[in-house]
């Protein structure tokens, strides 16, 4: 077969007539569908004998042949490069672009462009010798083939980023729109992989639906042939990433999303399960998919062992549970079994989504009462409480344990559980949000007094004073109403100052925030019902923010203010502290105050 082909090789270069070239062509076509001879065909000098049959033969079939043969020998990696080095590029190009060429031969050479296209090294040369206008030329023809065959070079050309603006500015999104919506299975497929080429950019996604591509791909999902069927989800998926797209898919492909979750293919239904979760940020998409039935088989797929299907149903049930309106729905098809099994998986977006879907269930107390009873406590306190999990996954985590926290009910369980020590592991975390719903947490839970002695008891004072000094506002209110929670007993007056509490609480009675200087006042004025507290509040420094914020509008602030001073000047020496700061004609002032719980102290 090697003296065979190199004979015809030979030949090649010097056959005159139209049948012998024809003859010369075939035969060469015909060796190059044995792949072990397509890198010796390009060795012997193959190309250029092909190349000599392509443009200067008049025989129609001997161009179709040699177009064929360098397409075939094209299909190999280790050629691309070399073919390209032949000088193939500008005569297959023109060929392409030429309208009175024979069509088949313009197709089979778009196929050996395609090919090499796929080589990203050849796309800079190709573009310069005007290969995406000449595709474009054969793709605009009425001729299915010659479409397809179009379709897929553009569709290795669209993968590189430089030069999609071009196909698009062509009119290329209109024609492989149109070329999807033919009959052939495979020309929809390759202009299919040409879109999702060019949707890679997302400023092009609005752009192919407003030219109608949900049509074809409704039509294409009712395919058997799954490799149709991926494409399509996958295509859908990308789509619905545009906020513009959502209503609109969802209009025309929402029940077609939902048969591909029911495909059986793990690769359909992950992608499926992604477009419904993107369609689920629009909150006012959430009820179509109830109408369409869709929970049911999402809520299926979230126990599915494929990792990233499960990853994004959760994501999808997490942005309905964020729905109050729905979360009771949620629950009675069954979602906390699978988010439970979620936060246990080693899976990023398995933990995070199923923490995120149970916080925002957690909104609510009558959905607190079943994620209590799902035994999802435990997973998120483990979750959270690991340090080598992901930041995001805790947080929600944490977040999940705060939204459940603010019902006193469900605290017995959570310390039982082990809460504390996995909000304590999180109150250093560089990320203000864990801190802040870390403070959320620990304030709801000094709510009652029956948990102060465990908080403390297992070194809850060091974590929110830690609290305290973080640069952000709203965790210092949450991290000063952890302390006036826990000031209210009175075993624990003492040891809050001597833990070192005063220093940050009288940092933030600078703070203008109402909503913290209501805690902070209130949290010192619990202290300084300690006799022992008493010296020590006065000569750190609170006293003249104290005098100030007496005389506040803020009944609150100005009365728990007063309270604080008046139980100071309990002791002899903390009177002349306050006088000498200039205490006492505010207080006489106060005493005109139109607040009377003000006048009172």
Do not use: W
């Amino acid at each position: 077969m090697a003296k065979v082909l190199e004979a015809l090789i030979a030949k090649g270069r010097r056959v005159r007539r139209p049948r012998e070239q024809k003859e010369v062509a075939f035969g060469i076509a015909d060796l190059s569908t044995h792949q072990e001879l397509h890198e010796r065909i390009v060795k012997k000098g193959g190309i250029k004998s092909l190349l000599r049959l392509l443009t200067s033969s008049q025989d129609a079939e001997a161009q179709r042949f040699s177009a064929l043969a360098m397409a075939n020998c094209a299909s190999a990696v280790f050629n691309r490069i070399p073919i390209v080095a032949e000088g193939t590029l500008e005569p297959l190009i023109s060929y392409v672009k030429d309208e009175d060429s024979d069509l088949i031969g313009r197709q089979y050479c778009a196929m050996c462009l395609g090919n090499l296209a796929a080589e990203p090294e050849n796309h800079e040369e190709m573009v310069k010798l005007e290969c995406i206008d000449a595709l474009m030329t054969l793709l605009k023809t009425e001729d299915v083939e010659s479409g397809r065959y179009a379709a897929f070079a553009l569709s290795n050309l669209a993968a590189n980023a430089n030069h999609r603006q071009q196909i698009v500015d062509d009119g290329g999104p209109e024609a492989l729109v149109a070329l999807a919506c033919c009959e052939d299975l495979n020309a929809q497929r390759q202009a299919l992989a040409a879109l999702r080429g060019l949707c890679i950019s997302p400023q092009y996604r609005t752009l192919v639906v407003r030219q109608g591509i949900l049509d074809p791909l409704v039509l294409m999902a009712r395919t058997e042939e799954i490799e149709v069927l991926r494409e399509v989800a996958a295509a859908i998926n990308c789509l619905t990433s545009m906020e513009e797209n959502k209503m609109e898919i969802c209009d025309r492909s929402i029940s077609t999303i939902i048969a591909m979750l029911l495909s059986g293919d793990t690769e359909v239904e992950r992608h499926s399960c992604c477009a419904i979760a993107n369609l689920m940020e629009n909150v006012d998409l959430h009820v179509r998919l109830l109408e369409e039935r869709g929970l049911a088989p999402l809520v299926a797929l979230a126990l599915s062992e494929d990792l990233n299907t499960k990853g994004e149903s959760s994501r999808a049930i997490a942005n309905l549970a964020a729905n109050v309106d729905v979360q009771q729905t949620l629950i009675k098809e069954g979602v906390l079994a699978p988010m439970v099994d979620s936060l246990q998986r080693n899976d990023v977006n398995c933990q995070r989504f199923s923490a995120l879907c149970i916080a925002n269930l957690a909104t609510t107390v009558a959905s607190q009462v079943k994620v209590v009873q799902s035994g999802a406590i435990k997973p998120l306190i483990t979750l959270a409480q690991n340090a080598s999990n992901q930041l995001e996954a805790r947080r929600y985590a944490v977040l999940a344990i705060a939204n459940l926290s603010a019902t006193i009910a469900n605290h017995s369980v959570m310390l039982e559980d082990g809460v504390l020590q996995s909000l304590f592991s999180l109150s250093t975390s560089p990320d203000a949000m864990s801190q802040y719903y870390v403070g959320c947490a620990l304030a709801n839970l000094s709510c009652a007094m029956a948990n102060h002695p465990l908080m403390v008891e297992e070194g809850g004072l060091q974590p929110i004073i830690t609290l305290a000094y973080s640069p952000d506002p709203d965790v210092h209110q949450q991290a000063a109403a952890a302390l006036r929670g826990l000031s209210v007993t009175k075993e624990n007056k003492m040891k809050i100052v001597q833990e070192g509490a005063l220093e940050p609480l009288v940092r933030l009675l600078a703070s203008e925030d109402i909503e913290i200087l209501r805690e902070v006042c209130a949290a010192l004025n619990n202290l300084s019902l300690g006799d022992e507290n008493k010296y020590e509040i006065a000569k750190c420094g609170a006293t003249p923010p104290l005098i100030t914020h007496m005389q506040s509008e803020d009944m609150q602030i100005a009365s728990q203010s007063a309270a604080c001073l008046a139980n100071l000047c309990e002791m002899t020496d903390n009177q002349n502290i306050v006088a000498q700061e200039g205490g006492v004609r505010p207080c006489i002032a106060v005493m005109r105050s139109r607040f009377v719980e003000v006048q009172r102290e």
